[in-house]
């Protein structure tokens, strides 16, 4: 394999991702989370599985739009770390917030459909994570590993639905990501959009 | 002695000396990136990490509250501190985030205020703040609040029963309704600058539920005036329902013949009703209501209906289906 151009690169994101977790992890038994200290960690790592999530989602789009390689190389740094931070959440939520009691947590996946929305979003996250190593890119081959993986774009759908769920009054926030997510979206169609007149044209230009 | 060459041992060879930059500069960029990750993250997200309890604003003492035992109204759990009924706050003309108003705290002046008295009553009048104040003994009330989002707190408020000022203005036999009214100045209350709800913020009760002597109209709590982010300098506190009952900031209190708009219930009525009285038994859409946590502890407690005060308020609602009227 061609050692990569920045060696330092994918080490850098994941310390850099998981240094806030870290930090919270230590802060709240210390007392530094304010007042409602699982109620501040659920927000924390909710949000911050949504903006890794969004930022693994815009990899691509940014090598289209720059023709950087680099971003392609944190892209599963990025799911890994969205993945991490989505599965703090919800074990916040499980063991601290609902104290592990099977009763509420049916409760709260049966009645309240944000919490149900956000229970599919991290499922749809754990294919993903079980594929994200090159044995299983080789195992399924390319393509249907890319198609596997567009459930990433689902994923980050129900995340900004459950957040948007969760808010009380202002949407302004989820309606962001919402934006962010359809301009990556419509980046991506363009691209696919663009490739096939490509082919088209190639096709006209070589008839068989 | 000097020798101005170094001796060959100190010469680093050409190929180390450039593995040796690259290592270096490696490192920046490693450095640089992780920090630049958890900067941005921190940047997008960080402010939900909560308050800050170092910058609790001082109201400034008030008289000492009257040192007596336990009133007929006070419950003996331990009360949430201080630091935590100030910091953690829902006032959203002071920002959407918790440590928003005592953040922002500064911007309200509680002095000069007035209020005015007006609507289905014999003696409408508009009163100076500290005037309507010195009305009434301040007493002290350690009362449990239940906030709609599952969490509680137990808060000794200073100040008096509504129904002592409703006495004052006397109301007409024709008042079916008490109507409050927040401050409404976007130069002080700047979350009223955006739209979020339909500003000024109003709250309503039933007469007879205004009446009860359990309702009380707050001026402090721990012995020192009302924070501003805590409703400065005059609020409503109805312990038996749901904290957004609880206007701040009153302005105007007007007894009305017909069930006054409250502002959550005219922003989603399907999720917050007029009567809003704390019931275990009827969830909201987002927040199971059947248990709650205590500022300051870990695990949740169950709710009780009326929020523990059923046996003084349950009457007000005997024959009414409580999940229609919620």
Redesign the interface.
């Known amino acids: 394999m061609a050692s990569a151009p920045h060696p330092w690169l994918n080490p850098a994101v994941t310390v850099g991702g998981l240094v806030p977790l870290v930090s919270l992890a230590v802060q709240g038994p210390l007392g530094g989370l304010g007042s409602n200290a699982i109620e501040a960690a659920l927000n924390y790592t909710g949000l911050s599985a949504l903006v890794l999530l969004v930022a693994s989602l815009a990899c691509t789009p940014l090598r289209f739009v720059t023709g950087w390689t680099w971003p392609a190389r944190v892209r599963r740094t990025l799911g890994l770390l969205a993945f991490t931070y989505a599965s703090a959440h919800a074990l916040t939520y499980v063991v601290l917030d609902q104290g592990l009691s099977g009763s509420a947590l049916l409760e709260s996946l049966g009645e309240r459909p944000f919490i149900f929305v956000g229970f599919a979003a991290l499922m749809a996250m754990v294919p993903l994570a079980v594929t994200s190593t090159n044995a299983w890119v080789r195992r399924l081959g390319f393509p249907r590993w890319q198609r596997l993986h567009r459930l990433a774009y689902v994923a980050g759908v129900l995340g900004v639905v459950h957040f948007a769920w969760r808010v009380k009054k202002d949407l302004t926030e989820p309606m962001l990501y919402g934006a962010v997510l359809a301009v990556l979206f419509a980046l991506r169609v363009g691209e696919a959009m663009r490739k096939r007149r490509a082919r088209a044209a190639a096709a006209a230009r070589n008839p068989a | 002695m000097r020798d101005d060459k170094p001796p060959g041992s100190d010469i680093t060879p050409e190929s180390l000396y450039l593995r040796r930059r690259e290592l270096l500069k490696?490192?920046g960029?490693?450095?640089?990136?992780?920090?630049?990750?958890?900067?941005g993250?921190?940047l997008?997200?960080?402010r939900?990490?909560?308050?800050?309890?170092s910058d609790v604003p001082d109201a400034g003492a008030v008289a000492q509250p009257v040192v007596k035992a336990a009133g007929e109204f006070d419950t003996l759990e331990p009360r949430t501190p201080y630091?935590?009924v100030t910091?953690?706050n829902n006032f959203?003309e002071l920002g959407?985030d918790?440590?928003d108003p005592a953040r922002l705290a500064h911007l309200l002046k509680p002095r000069p205020w007035t209020v005015t008295l007006d609507g289905e009553v014999h003696e409408p009048r508009t009163v100076d703040i500290d005037q309507l104040l010195s009305w009434f003994p301040p007493e002290e009330r350690v009362y449990r609040m239940r906030c709609v989002?599952g969490?509680s707190m137990v808060i000794p408020w200073m100040g008096f029963p509504l129904a002592a000022l409703l006495a004052k203005v006397k109301p007409t036999s024709h008042a079916r309704y008490v109507s409050f009214t927040t401050l409404m100045d976007p130069e002080q209350l700047p979350g009223q600058k955006?739209a979020?709800?339909d500003w000024p913020y109003t709250e309503g009760l039933r007469l007879d539920e205004a009446l009860h002597p359990l309702t009380f109209m707050a001026m402090g709590l721990y012995g020192r005036q009302l924070p501003a982010q805590n409703g400065a300098p005059l609020r409503l506190v109805v312990p038996w329902k749901y904290g957004f009952k609880g206007g701040k900031s009153i302005v105007r209190i007007s007894l009305t013949r017909t069930q006054p708009f409250t502002t959550w219930n005219l922003?989603?009525p399907e999720e917050y009703g007029f009567y809003a009285n704390v019931n275990p038994a009827v969830?909201h859409?987002?927040?199971?209501q059947?248990?709650e946590?205590r500022?300051?502890d870990?695990?949740?407690r169950p709710t009780l209906p009326f929020n523990g005060y059923a046996e003084q308020v349950a009457h007000l609602y005997a024959g009414m289906d409580l999940r229609k009227n919620y």
Not at chain 2, 29 to 39: I, S, Y
Not at chain 2, 285 to 288: A, E, G, I, Q
């Open positions: 490696n490192a960029l490693f450095l640089g990136t992780a920090a630049g990750v958890a900067g993250l921190l997008l997200t960080g939900r990490l909560g308050s800050s309890k630091e935590d910091t953690y959203y959407l918790k440590a989002e969490w955006r979020v709800l922003a989603a969830p859409p987002r927040w199971s059947a248990t946590r500022i300051g870990l695990g949740r």
